[in-house]
């Protein structure tokens, strides 16, 4: 680990060199063949860096669950119990000392976060060990547990009874309700980042990822982050139109605050792509 | 009888945990332990509910301790410190610290690929009987423990006592 990690550093320095100098001459005009020249090693550098990344976690029975654009997720044991870690990837794109503060606030933000669930009695994985260093996390493994996007999916697909969707829609809708009661913002939410503890029929939902969570009280907030939820359901699952409305409607019975948030969500509807913002 | 893991993130690190009942020393033992003199950490099971509540600290001190940035000043006081949900140094030694009263220890100990471990070095140590961890959970003072931890109601509801103090206890940092 501390090897890969100076070795990173020593790359990272090496760029910030190359940029300095194609800043400076864009600036004066002559950006083009000087920014072309030092673009060259830079990416070849980058390109090596890829491989100069954090090694996987020594846990025992590791496997690579997936990488996503943010993290790569291991499963494994940790501690003698199933764990996932999940490992940040460095953007090299960016500056370091910025991309070393988000990835330390990301990783704070998400440890806080999934504590705050759990006080508050949300269903969410327990936190095992925070690494800052690498700003990686350790989480609870569900063992079992399938997306709520794959449920879905495979409910339609067996063509099976759809009333289950329905009511699993209105406990997706409670469980939203119980978070933004507690003034927590998921940031991601889609079907893929709500688990469903097996035995499925019993529907005990888990909400994971809240890397891109934050707190916050306004309505605006939690309008935008159902209309991501939105969004994201009716483009992956499709007819689940009525499916939504369900979840919705028991957002609005469990939430005390859900008013205001129902109205912004109709704003915030009007607004976004392709939309004609005509009062 | 005794309990054994492997760190996985430091390979070569190994923690084991003893545990005496019928103690008659533990005031000694506690002097021996400010002093430093004990390789070990000697924590009150009333406060500890599992096995992998102590693999969680220690992992998080051995970590700290490899990085340079404890809080405390030796590592077995970093695993006292750690089992602690909040950042109060004193507080922790005090509840999850052995008292002079107490009739039972875990003993941790910590140990590197290098170093060898003294088993009946600390046993010896000890005037008690050690016994097997699987009687940790009829020490556990489970009242108490909720009212340190703080755990909430609703939080029983959707896991066991110690998923929220482990939860706790690896977030105390950042918040």
């Known amino acids: 680990m501390a090897a890969a990690e100076t070795e990173a550093g020593g790359l990272r320095s090496g760029m910030a060199g190359a940029a300095g100098p194609a800043v400076d001459e864009a600036g004066a005009g002559a950006g083009a063949g000087a920014g072309a020249a030092a673009a060259a090693p830079a990416v070849d550098e980058a390109g090596a860096a890829e491989e100069a990344e954090a090694p996987p976690p020594p846990l025992p029975g590791l496997q690579l669950v997936q990488q996503g654009a943010e993290a790569r997720v291991y499963r494994g044991l940790f501690l003698g119990r199933a764990a996932v870690a999940k490992l940040r990837i460095p953007k090299r794109y960016r500056h370091p000392a910025l991309e070393e503060r988000l990835s330390r606030r990301r990783t704070a933000q998400e440890a806080r976060s999934l504590l705050r669930c759990r006080r508050a009695g949300i269903s969410a994985p327990v936190v095992y060990f925070v690494d800052y260093v690498t700003n990686s996390i350790y989480l609870e493994d569900i063992v079992g547990a399938i997306t709520v996007q794959d449920h879905i999916n495979s409910v339609q697909q067996s063509g099976n009874d759809t009333s289950s969707l329905l009511t699993l829609a209105e406990k997706m809708g409670e469980l939203l309700a119980r978070m933004h009661d507690e003034d927590l913002i998921h940031g991601d939410l889609t079907t893929s980042n709500i688990l469903l503890r097996p035995p499925t029929e019993k529907l005990d939902l888990v909400l994971i990822d809240f890397g891109l969570s934050f707190i916050s009280g306004l309505p605006e907030d939690k309008g935008v982050d159902l209309y991501v939820l939105e969004k994201a359901f009716l483009s992956t699952h499709p007819d689940t139109e009525t499916m939504f409305k369900a979840l919705l409607k028991t957002y609005a019975a469990t939430s005390k605050k859900s008013g205001p948030v129902i109205k912004r969500l109709d704003e915030v509807r009007l607004r976004g792509r392709k939309r004609s913002m005509i009062g | ?175």
């Open chain 2, 1 to 175: 009888m005794d309990l054994t893991h492997q760190l996985e993130l430091f390979p070569g690190c190994s923690v084991t945990l003893l545990l005496f009942s019928h103690v008659k020393n533990a005031a000694a033992l506690r002097k021996k332990a400010v002093e430093g003199s004990i390789e070990g950490a000697l924590i009150n099971p009333a406060m500890i509910v599992d096995p992998f509540q102590i693999l969680v600290a220690a992992n998080k001190a051995v970590h700290l301790h490899k990085i340079g940035k404890m809080k405390t000043r030796t590592l077995y006081a970093e695993i006292i410190f750690s089992l602690s949900p909040n950042n109060n140094i004193s507080d922790a030694f005090k509840k999850f610290g052995i008292s002079d009263s107490d009739t039972a220890v875990l003993v941790v100990l910590v140990v590197d690929r290098e170093k060898t471990v003294n088993l009946e070095d600390i046993a010896s140590q000890v005037e008690g009987q050690q016994v097997s961890l699987d009687e940790l959970p009829q020490l556990t003072d489970t009242a108490k423990v909720k009212k340190m931890y703080k755990v909430t109601p609703q939080e029983e509801k959707i896991g066991t006592l110690l998923d929220s103090i482990v939860c706790r206890m690896s977030t105390k940092d950042v918040l």
